[in-house]
T-cell receptor, first 114, second 112 residues
Framework: EADIYQTPRYLVIGTGKKITLECSQTMGHDKMYWYQQDPGMELHLIHYSYGVNSTEKGDLSSESTVSRIRTEHFPLTLESARPSHTSQYLC?????????????FGPGTRLLVL | DAKTTQPTSMDCAEGRAANLPCNHSTISGNEYVYWYRQIHSQGPQYIIHGLKNNETNEMASLIITEDRKSSTLILPHATLRDTAVYYCIVRVAGYTGNQFYFGTGTSLTVIP
């Protein structure tokens, strides 16, 4: 089982602030993902990465940005938080073994923008 | 990747088997069937996956029909802690063009 960590777990912040959500995994997985999920709703992929220096936008348009300077670290940044950014943000990484790919998720960050 | 169809919600009595169906009629030969679950306010958790053969692990069993157009996740003795949203996903391993699509899943409620 993968070890994947997200900090902070909960964040309440005012409009206009810059925030960075941290995600780290210790399993050396190349692929990492960020999902956004509102309560009771689907997960929406907002960013993913195939490896160091690789970042791609997901299916859901997002005003956030990501970086992948190190394999184990995939932070997500909001330059100017707005109430519409209030949501849960889930980070995941995946491994491919024997032709099978499995995703492992972090505990999530619940963001509230006032 | 093929899309899946699952019932929106199901109930199951505590201690009984929970059988969660999933239709994936457009699945292709190299797509695996994955099951994840998400307990309220937590990240999704991997349960099991398979290609053609039935699979069993410490959490659940996965039954895939011979034509692979549908599958059933079985929780043999459901407990209250199994109350969660269960997602059935089909996916080609490692394919960079598409990613995991979780959909709306089945909300399973285990009743005391």
């Amino acid at each position: 089982e993968a070890d994947i960590y997200q900090t902070p777990r909960y964040l309440v912040i005012g409009t206009g602030k810059k925030i960075t959500l941290e995600c780290s995994q210790t399993m050396g997985h190349d692929k990492m993902y960020w999902y956004q999920q509102d309560p009771g709703m689907e997960l929406h992929l907002i960013h993913y990465s195939y490896g160091v220096n690789s970042t791609e936008k997901g299916d859901l348009s997002s005003e956030s940005t990501v970086s992948r300077i190190r394999t184990e670290h995939f932070p997500l940044t909001l330059e100017s938080a707005r109430p519409s950014h209030t949501s849960q943000y889930l980070c995941a990484s995946s491994e491919v073994l024997g032709g099978k790919e499995t995703q492992y998720f972090g505990p999530g960050t619940r963001l509230l923008v006032l | 990747d093929a899309k899946t169809t699952q019932p929106t919600s199901m109930d199951c009595a505590e201690g009984r088997a929970a059988n969660l169906p999933c239709n994936h009629s457009t699945i292709s030969g190299n797509e695996y069937v994955y099951w994840y679950r998400q307990i309220h306010s937590q990240g999704p958790q991997y349960i099991i996956h398979g290609l053609k053969n039935n699979e069993t692990n410490e959490m659940a069993s996965l039954i895939i029909t011979e034509d692979r157009k549908s599958s059933t996740l079985i929780l043999p003795h459901a407990t209250l802690r199994d109350t969660a949203v269960y997602y059935c996903i089909v996916r080609v391993a490692g394919y960079t063009g598409n990613q995991f699509y979780f959909g709306t899943g089945t909300s399973l409620t285990v009743i005391p």
